[in-house]
Nanobody, 129 residues
Framework: VQLVESGGGLVQAGGSLRLSCAASGFILDYYAIGWFRQAPGKEREAVSCISSSSGTTIYADSVKGRFTISRDNAKSTVYLQMNSLKPEDTAVYYC???????????????????????WGQGTQVTVSS
């Protein structure tokens, strides 16, 4: 049972990246997925969350309008399209699976790691100015 992130890298400010989160060993369809990030010296913060059916998506204010979360259950993959990247987006990005279809049933705004039980190893995103 694992999640594997990919798609990170180095990009100039204003550029774009698409992160992928692939599941193996379990059926991703049933679970809410969250993207989190952690910059050096800072706490891990929620970036975006999506319910199992894609009916609910939530974004942190800092990324709203720039990032888009989506999922392809047939491929057991969740994506995070990141546009208009800024240097302050630099961080290690993690995806995580919750044990329930919709994380908002236990935390309405999806701002915490509470409820997310399976984590990937992270992928580095670096945005240069």
């Amino acid at each position: 049972v694992q999640l594997v992130e990919s798609g990170g890298g180095l990009v100039q400010a204003g550029g774009s990246l698409r992160l992928s989160c692939a599941a193996s060993g379990f059926i991703l369809d049933y679970y809410a997925i969250g993207w989190f990030r952690q910059a050096p010296g800072k706490e891990r913060e929620a970036v975006s969350c999506i319910s199992s059916s894609s009916g609910t998506t939530i974004y942190a204010d800092s990324v709203k309008g720039r990032f888009t979360i989506s999922r392809d259950n047939a491929k057991s993959t969740v994506y995070l399209q990141m546009n208009s990247l800024k240097p302050e987006d630099t961080a290690v990005y993690y995806c995580a699976a919750a044990g329930i279809p919709d994380i908002t049933t236990i935390q309405p705004r999806c701002v915490e790691t509470h409820g997310f039980t399976t984590w990937g190893q992270g992928t580095q995103v670096t945005v240069s100015s």
